[in-house]
């Protein structure tokens, strides 16, 4: 495992590849650890050995709590945004798009095929933290900074004493950034970007695959990560003046690769995040018949 001083990073599988994710153990007195979407076994013998006090959920993606069950004995925080929203699964369901796109019948079906272990880490959030608040673990300094644009309430874990911060799902993998739910938000994704290149840090941990970062590595990363979001709006604006419907819109694969979209969850993420680049050109979906009007 991974050590910056008091850090030790957990891998989780395929290098923390989505549905797994990075978490970190803070090892000191205070045995906390940020988010539980790594390994877990390796989350198990850390809980064996030490006794994990605390969980601190960066944001109430199942990729990155999905294994707070480990932890029955353990607090478990979330960002005061989306405490209510990790709740339930109806929350979560709003939150993910699936009740914008399907409605009630969609979120039912969504709901028959949840995993057990899933549904029960939902009441398990017992708590929150604030945001841009010191706290102190037994010595290490930690702040939430509130970084939304992934989701509204998303943190990014940051230890100022040790000039590194855990951006989680700022991920800097080649998808690009994902803002796909219906509490994610592009222009809050590139503020938070831009606030995360000018933070006083030198190490940059990441939720997936490439896992650190320097200072510099991270800014040149950034720049060509925030990109992708205007290769998505020429390329959506080219579709939309061939003449596509929303529907066909749909079809191409502009977020996931096409022969992926029969999976449901990746096409209503396809469709919400279309939605979005739309409302950036002026334009929405009429309720009514589909077409693509102006949000004016
Ligand atoms: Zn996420």
Redesign the pocket.
Known sequence: MNRIGPLVIVEGPSMSKVPFSRSIFIDTESRVLIDSGADPEALKEINQQFGIDLIINT?Y?P??TQHNYLFPKAEKWINPIEYETSRTIEGIAKANGIHQEWGDAGVEMWRKNLPVEWVENLDQISGTYDYETEYNFSGVKAIFLHTPG??SG?VSPYFPELGTVYV??YDMTSFGP?YNGTDGDIEDFIKSGNRLMELDANTFITGHQKGIFTKEEFKQEMVKFLEVINKRDELVNQYVRQGLTFEELTEIGIFYPKNTLTVPIFKTWERSGIRKHLARLGLTVSKTDGALISAK
């Open positions: 944001h993606h990729d990155h992934h989701t998303l989680s799902d994902w």
